[in-house]
Protein backbone atom coordinates (compact mmCIF):
# COMPACT_ATOMS: atom_id res chain seq x y z
CA UNK A 1 0.00 0.00 0.00
CA UNK A 2 1.18 3.57 -0.78
CA UNK A 3 0.38 6.58 1.19
CA UNK A 4 1.01 10.25 -0.36
CA UNK A 5 1.46 12.93 2.19
CA UNK A 6 1.15 16.58 1.70
CA UNK A 7 3.96 19.28 3.23
CA UNK A 8 5.17 22.52 2.80
CA UNK A 9 8.55 23.62 2.03
CA UNK A 10 10.44 26.51 1.37
CA UNK A 11 11.47 27.87 -2.69
CA UNK A 12 14.21 30.54 -2.64
CA UNK A 13 15.43 33.20 -4.69
CA UNK A 14 19.47 33.54 -4.70
CA UNK A 15 18.48 37.05 -3.17
CA UNK A 16 17.63 35.60 0.07
CA UNK A 17 19.23 36.75 3.22
CA UNK A 18 20.17 32.75 4.25
CA UNK A 19 20.29 29.62 2.53
CA UNK A 20 17.18 27.53 1.94
CA UNK A 21 18.35 24.62 3.56
CA UNK A 22 18.80 26.36 7.17
CA UNK A 23 14.94 27.64 7.01
CA UNK A 24 14.49 23.99 5.77
CA UNK A 25 15.87 22.98 8.45
CA UNK A 26 13.89 25.26 11.27
CA UNK A 27 10.52 24.58 9.56
CA UNK A 28 11.18 20.70 9.66
CA UNK A 29 13.13 19.72 12.60
CA UNK A 30 12.21 22.28 14.57
CA UNK A 31 14.89 24.64 15.71
CA UNK A 32 14.94 25.25 19.58
CA UNK A 33 17.25 28.33 21.22
CA UNK A 34 16.25 28.09 24.63
CA UNK A 35 18.53 30.80 27.27
CA UNK A 36 20.69 28.93 27.78
CA UNK A 37 21.83 28.23 24.38
CA UNK A 38 22.11 31.97 23.39
CA UNK A 39 26.01 33.08 22.27
CA UNK A 40 25.36 36.22 23.44
CA UNK A 41 23.81 37.87 26.59
CA UNK A 42 20.95 39.88 25.78
CA UNK A 43 20.73 43.95 26.02
CA UNK A 44 19.28 45.57 29.20
CA UNK A 45 17.08 48.31 27.98
CA UNK A 46 14.91 49.22 31.00
CA UNK A 47 13.48 52.86 31.42
CA UNK A 48 15.66 55.80 32.04
CA UNK A 49 14.20 58.72 33.16
CA UNK A 50 17.04 61.26 32.21
CA UNK A 51 16.62 60.17 28.50
CA UNK A 52 12.86 60.31 29.13
CA UNK A 53 13.25 63.57 29.98
CA UNK A 54 15.63 64.63 26.88
CA UNK A 55 13.06 63.04 24.54
CA UNK A 56 10.49 65.25 26.41
CA UNK A 57 12.17 68.31 26.07
CA UNK A 58 13.09 67.74 22.36
CA UNK A 59 9.68 67.50 21.55
CA UNK A 60 8.49 70.21 23.22
CA UNK A 61 10.52 72.28 21.40
CA UNK A 62 9.45 71.29 18.26
CA UNK A 63 6.55 72.96 16.30
CA UNK A 64 5.98 70.51 13.56
CA UNK A 65 6.59 66.62 14.21
CA UNK A 66 6.00 63.56 12.32
CA UNK A 67 4.77 60.26 13.62
CA UNK A 68 5.47 56.64 11.67
CA UNK A 69 3.47 53.82 12.41
CA UNK A 70 5.48 50.58 11.01
CA UNK A 71 4.45 48.94 8.07
CA UNK A 72 1.57 46.08 8.37
CA UNK A 73 0.37 48.11 11.59
CA UNK A 74 -0.75 46.89 14.36
CA UNK A 75 -2.77 47.97 17.59
CA UNK A 76 0.17 49.38 19.26
CA UNK A 77 1.75 51.25 16.60
CA UNK A 78 -1.73 52.47 15.97
CA UNK A 79 -2.31 53.45 19.11
CA UNK A 80 0.98 54.78 19.96
CA UNK A 81 0.82 57.15 16.66
CA UNK A 82 -2.59 58.34 17.19
CA UNK A 83 -2.23 58.54 21.08
CA UNK A 84 1.11 61.06 20.71
CA UNK A 85 -1.12 62.52 17.92
CA UNK A 86 -3.62 63.37 20.43
CA UNK A 87 -1.48 64.33 23.28
CA UNK A 88 0.77 67.11 21.05
CA UNK A 89 -2.11 68.52 18.69
CA UNK A 90 -3.37 69.71 22.43
CA UNK A 91 -0.23 71.11 23.14
CA UNK A 92 -0.65 73.36 19.70
CA UNK A 93 1.74 71.08 17.62
CA UNK A 94 0.80 70.66 13.83
CA UNK A 95 1.28 66.79 13.39
CA UNK A 96 0.84 64.22 10.93
CA UNK A 97 0.85 60.61 11.05
CA UNK A 98 2.55 58.46 8.47
CA UNK A 99 2.11 54.59 7.65
CA UNK A 100 2.84 53.07 4.33
CA UNK A 101 0.25 50.68 4.58
CA UNK A 102 -3.31 50.75 5.47
CA UNK A 103 -4.64 50.39 9.09
CA UNK A 104 -6.75 47.92 9.35
CA UNK A 105 -10.00 48.13 9.33
CA UNK A 106 -10.21 46.64 13.24
CA UNK A 107 -8.36 49.09 14.42
CA UNK A 108 -10.47 52.40 12.09
CA UNK A 109 -12.56 53.43 15.62
CA UNK A 110 -9.43 55.33 17.17
CA UNK A 111 -9.93 59.02 16.89
CA UNK A 112 -8.32 60.89 13.69
CA UNK A 113 -7.70 57.49 12.11
CA UNK A 114 -8.89 58.90 8.71
CA UNK A 115 -5.99 61.30 9.02
CA UNK A 116 -3.00 58.82 8.43
CA UNK A 117 -1.04 59.75 5.37
CA UNK A 118 1.38 57.35 3.42
CA UNK A 119 4.62 59.46 2.59
CA UNK A 120 5.85 62.85 3.79
CA UNK A 121 9.01 64.71 3.41
CA UNK A 122 11.52 64.87 6.87
CA UNK A 123 12.66 68.50 5.25
CA UNK A 124 9.29 69.62 6.65
CA UNK A 125 9.30 68.85 10.32
CA UNK A 126 11.17 69.79 13.33
CA UNK A 127 11.25 65.98 14.26
CA UNK A 128 10.29 62.87 13.26
CA UNK A 129 9.32 59.80 15.49
CA UNK A 130 8.92 56.56 14.89
CA UNK A 131 6.47 54.09 17.25
CA UNK A 132 6.97 50.84 17.85
CA UNK A 133 9.63 49.83 15.02
CA UNK A 134 12.19 48.11 15.82
CA UNK A 135 14.12 47.98 12.59
CA UNK A 136 14.73 50.61 9.70
CA UNK A 137 12.87 48.31 7.35
CA UNK A 138 10.16 48.11 9.76
CA UNK A 139 9.19 52.20 9.29
CA UNK A 140 9.08 51.57 5.18
CA UNK A 141 11.22 54.22 4.50
CA UNK A 142 14.81 52.50 4.99
CA UNK A 143 15.17 52.34 0.96
CA UNK A 144 13.00 55.27 -0.27
CA UNK A 145 14.39 57.88 2.47
CA UNK A 146 17.44 56.69 3.33
CA UNK A 147 18.23 60.50 4.42
CA UNK A 148 16.21 59.98 7.01
CA UNK A 149 18.82 57.36 8.94
CA UNK A 150 21.87 59.47 8.02
CA UNK A 151 21.82 61.42 11.27
CA UNK A 152 20.77 64.69 9.11
CA UNK A 153 17.69 64.96 10.45
CA UNK A 154 16.23 64.98 14.40
CA UNK A 155 15.01 61.21 14.70
CA UNK A 156 13.61 59.61 17.96
CA UNK A 157 12.78 56.18 17.95
CA UNK A 158 10.11 55.22 20.61
CA UNK A 159 9.57 51.13 20.96
CA UNK A 160 9.69 48.26 23.94
CA UNK A 161 11.00 45.37 21.67
CA UNK A 162 15.06 44.08 23.17
CA UNK A 163 15.81 43.84 19.44
CA UNK A 164 15.46 46.90 18.55
CA UNK A 165 18.39 48.64 15.91
CA UNK A 166 18.78 52.23 17.56
CA UNK A 167 18.65 53.92 14.55
CA UNK A 168 17.23 56.90 15.45
CA UNK A 169 19.46 60.26 16.47
CA UNK A 170 18.13 59.70 19.66
CA UNK A 171 16.59 56.05 21.03
CA UNK A 172 14.02 55.23 23.92
CA UNK A 173 13.59 52.00 24.62
CA UNK A 174 12.12 50.52 27.35
CA UNK A 175 12.33 46.73 26.85
CA UNK A 176 10.10 45.64 30.07
CA UNK A 177 7.56 48.02 29.02
CA UNK A 178 4.68 45.41 27.73
CA UNK A 179 4.03 47.62 24.63
CA UNK A 180 4.99 50.96 23.47
CA UNK A 181 2.32 52.68 24.21
CA UNK A 182 2.91 52.03 27.84
CA UNK A 183 6.20 53.22 27.16
CA UNK A 184 4.69 56.92 26.05
CA UNK A 185 1.83 56.52 28.54
CA UNK A 186 5.48 56.66 31.25
CA UNK A 187 7.06 59.63 29.33
CA UNK A 188 3.99 61.95 29.24
CA UNK A 189 3.90 60.92 33.40
CA UNK A 190 7.57 61.88 33.19
CA UNK A 191 6.70 65.35 31.72
CA UNK A 192 3.11 65.47 33.49
CA UNK A 193 1.69 65.68 29.73
CA UNK A 194 -2.20 65.57 30.07
CA UNK A 195 -4.03 62.43 28.57
CA UNK A 196 -7.23 62.85 27.11
CA UNK A 197 -10.31 60.45 26.55
CA UNK A 198 -9.13 60.33 23.53
CA UNK A 199 -5.55 59.47 24.09
CA UNK A 200 -6.06 56.75 26.73
CA UNK A 201 -8.33 55.19 24.22
CA UNK A 202 -5.39 54.61 21.84
CA UNK A 203 -3.16 54.19 24.56
CA UNK A 204 -5.26 51.39 26.31
CA UNK A 205 -5.30 49.77 22.38
CA UNK A 206 -1.61 49.17 22.61
CA UNK A 207 -1.59 47.75 25.38
CA UNK A 208 -4.35 45.14 25.23
CA UNK A 209 -3.68 44.44 21.50
CA UNK A 210 0.18 43.97 22.48
CA UNK A 211 -0.73 41.37 25.92
CA UNK A 212 -3.90 39.82 24.57
CA UNK A 213 -6.12 41.30 26.72
CA UNK A 214 -3.64 41.40 29.34
CA UNK A 215 -3.68 37.25 29.35
CA UNK A 216 0.03 37.10 27.80
CA UNK A 217 2.87 36.84 29.92
CA UNK A 218 4.10 40.08 29.16
CA UNK A 219 1.13 41.01 31.20
CA UNK A 220 3.17 42.50 34.55
CA UNK A 221 1.78 44.38 37.04
CA UNK A 222 2.80 47.65 35.59
CA UNK A 223 0.93 46.72 32.47
CA UNK A 224 -2.21 46.46 34.72
CA UNK A 225 -1.38 49.68 36.60
CA UNK A 226 -1.02 51.78 33.58
CA UNK A 227 -4.29 50.39 31.62
CA UNK A 228 -6.30 51.02 35.47
CA UNK A 229 -4.83 54.62 35.04
CA UNK A 230 -6.34 54.78 31.27
CA UNK A 231 -9.46 53.88 32.15
CA UNK A 232 -9.70 56.34 34.82
CA UNK A 233 -8.91 58.88 32.26
CA UNK A 234 -11.86 57.88 30.18
CA UNK A 235 -10.51 55.18 28.12
CA UNK A 236 -13.24 53.85 25.87
CA UNK A 237 -12.95 49.91 27.05
CA UNK A 238 -15.73 48.67 25.43
CA UNK A 239 -15.09 49.95 21.93
CA UNK A 240 -11.92 48.44 21.98
CA UNK A 241 -13.33 44.87 23.44
CA UNK A 242 -16.12 45.25 20.51
CA UNK A 243 -13.99 46.37 17.45
CA UNK A 244 -10.83 44.51 18.19
CA UNK A 245 -11.41 41.20 20.13
CA UNK A 246 -15.04 40.62 19.30
CA UNK A 247 -15.35 41.34 15.61
CA UNK A 248 -14.26 38.60 13.00
CA UNK A 249 -14.99 39.00 9.49
CA UNK A 250 -16.04 35.78 7.35
CA UNK A 251 -13.25 35.98 4.90
CA UNK A 252 -10.46 36.18 8.28
CA UNK A 253 -12.76 33.03 9.50
CA UNK A 254 -11.94 31.15 6.54
CA UNK A 255 -8.70 31.81 6.25
CA UNK A 256 -8.54 30.92 9.93
CA UNK A 257 -10.09 27.45 8.88
CA UNK A 258 -7.41 26.74 6.39
CA UNK A 259 -4.42 27.85 8.52
CA UNK A 260 -6.15 25.61 11.49
CA UNK A 261 -6.82 22.39 9.13
CA UNK A 262 -3.18 22.59 8.18
CA UNK A 263 -1.73 22.37 11.17
CA UNK A 264 1.14 19.70 12.52
CA UNK A 265 3.45 19.25 15.45
CA UNK A 266 6.88 17.66 14.46
CA UNK A 267 8.85 14.96 16.57
CA UNK A 268 10.53 18.21 18.51
CA UNK A 269 6.96 19.26 19.49
CA UNK A 270 7.25 22.53 17.02
CA UNK A 271 3.56 23.36 15.86
CA UNK A 272 3.37 24.88 12.36
CA UNK A 273 0.88 25.79 10.09
CA UNK A 274 1.09 27.68 6.23
CA UNK A 275 -0.47 30.44 4.31
CA UNK A 276 -0.41 30.65 1.00
CA UNK A 277 -1.11 33.38 -1.45
CA UNK A 278 -3.93 31.37 -3.24
CA UNK A 279 -5.99 31.19 0.63
CA UNK A 280 -5.96 35.06 -0.15
CA UNK A 281 -7.60 34.92 -2.91
CA UNK A 282 -9.88 31.80 -2.13
CA UNK A 283 -11.09 33.59 1.25
CA UNK A 284 -10.92 37.08 0.29
CA UNK A 285 -8.92 37.76 3.53
CA UNK A 286 -6.44 40.61 4.51
CA UNK A 287 -3.02 39.59 4.62
CA UNK A 288 -3.34 41.07 8.13
CA UNK A 289 -5.75 38.98 8.65
CA UNK A 290 -3.78 36.05 9.15
CA UNK A 291 -1.85 36.95 12.54
CA UNK A 292 -4.28 36.25 14.94
CA UNK A 293 -4.11 32.56 13.72
CA UNK A 294 -0.99 32.20 15.30
CA UNK A 295 -2.63 32.60 19.00
CA UNK A 296 -4.32 29.55 17.97
CA UNK A 297 -1.52 27.63 17.63
CA UNK A 298 0.23 28.85 20.04
CA UNK A 299 -3.01 27.22 22.59
CA UNK A 300 -1.38 23.28 21.87
CA UNK A 301 -0.93 21.86 25.04
CA UNK A 302 3.14 20.94 25.50
CA UNK A 303 4.64 22.37 22.33
CA UNK A 304 7.97 24.23 22.49
CA UNK A 305 7.04 26.88 20.04
CA UNK A 306 4.17 27.56 17.59
CA UNK A 307 4.79 28.89 13.90
CA UNK A 308 2.83 30.49 10.88
CA UNK A 309 4.46 31.17 7.75
CA UNK A 310 2.37 33.59 5.41
CA UNK A 311 3.34 33.48 1.67
CA UNK A 312 3.11 37.24 0.18
CA UNK A 313 4.08 39.17 -2.38
CA UNK A 314 7.39 37.29 -2.86
CA UNK A 315 8.25 36.88 0.61
CA UNK A 316 7.28 34.50 3.01
CA UNK A 317 6.84 35.72 6.58
CA UNK A 318 7.27 34.08 9.77
CA UNK A 319 5.30 34.62 12.72
CA UNK A 320 6.75 32.77 16.26
CA UNK A 321 5.39 32.42 19.70
CA UNK A 322 5.84 29.99 22.98
CA UNK A 323 4.29 29.97 26.18
CA UNK A 324 7.69 27.78 27.48
CA UNK A 325 9.93 29.96 29.98
CA UNK A 326 13.07 28.25 28.24
CA UNK A 327 12.87 28.61 24.81
CA UNK A 328 13.41 32.79 22.89
CA UNK A 329 11.89 33.08 20.07
CA UNK A 330 13.01 36.51 19.11
CA UNK A 331 16.87 34.83 18.93
CA UNK A 332 15.29 31.92 16.63
CA UNK A 333 13.88 35.20 14.42
CA UNK A 334 17.05 36.91 14.66
CA UNK A 335 18.72 33.82 12.69
CA UNK A 336 16.26 35.54 9.67
CA UNK A 337 16.64 39.12 10.02
CA UNK A 338 13.91 39.26 12.42
CA UNK A 339 13.41 40.14 16.21
CA UNK A 340 11.10 41.06 18.55
CA UNK A 341 10.44 39.90 22.37
CA UNK A 342 11.64 36.56 24.18
CA UNK A 343 7.73 34.86 23.69
CA UNK A 344 6.59 36.49 20.63
CA UNK A 345 8.81 37.08 17.77
CA UNK A 346 8.53 37.22 13.67
CA UNK A 347 11.12 37.58 10.49
CA UNK A 348 10.35 37.92 6.88
CA UNK A 349 12.49 36.31 4.32
CA UNK A 350 12.32 36.25 0.27
CA UNK A 351 11.39 33.27 -1.26
CA UNK A 352 7.62 31.50 -1.68
CA UNK A 353 6.17 28.52 0.03
CA UNK A 354 6.16 24.78 -2.18
CA UNK A 355 4.10 21.73 -1.69
CA UNK A 356 6.21 18.97 -1.27
CA UNK A 357 4.26 15.16 -1.80
CA UNK A 358 5.80 11.85 -0.35
CA UNK A 359 5.18 8.67 -1.08
CA UNK A 360 5.63 6.06 2.31
CA UNK A 361 5.29 2.08 0.97
CA UNK A 362 4.03 -0.04 3.99
CA UNK A 363 3.06 -3.52 4.15
CA UNK A 364 -0.42 -4.99 3.76
CA UNK A 365 -1.26 -6.46 6.83
CA UNK A 366 -2.81 -9.90 6.36
Known sequence: MIRASERVCFGFSQKSILPSYLLFFLAKTGMVVTLEQQQAPQKTLA????????VGKMITAAQRIAIISHRGPDGDTTGSGLGLRDILKRQGKFVENICIDPIPVSFRFLPDVSLYKTDFDPRNFD???????AARHQTGFHDIKPELFSG????????HHISNEQFGTVNFIDAEACSTTAVLYKLCEQMQ??????????????????TGSLQHSNSTPESFRIAAKLLAAGADLQS???????????????????????????????????????DFLVTGADPKDA???IDFLNMVPNAKYAMLLTERGGRVKGSLRTQQDDVNVSDIAGKFGGGGHIK?????????LQVERRFKIIKEQK
Not at 127 to 133: L, N
Not at 194 to 210: E, F, M, V
Request: glycine content about 6%; some cysteine.
Open 291 to 293: SGA
Open 240 to 278: IRKYVFQSTPVPTLRLWGRILERIEMNSQKIVSSTVTER
Open 193 to 210: WKISPHAATCLLNGILTD
Open 152 to 159: EFPFINID
Open 127 to 133: VTIAVDA
Open 47 to 54: FDAQNAKH
Open 344 to 352: AAGFSVPGQ
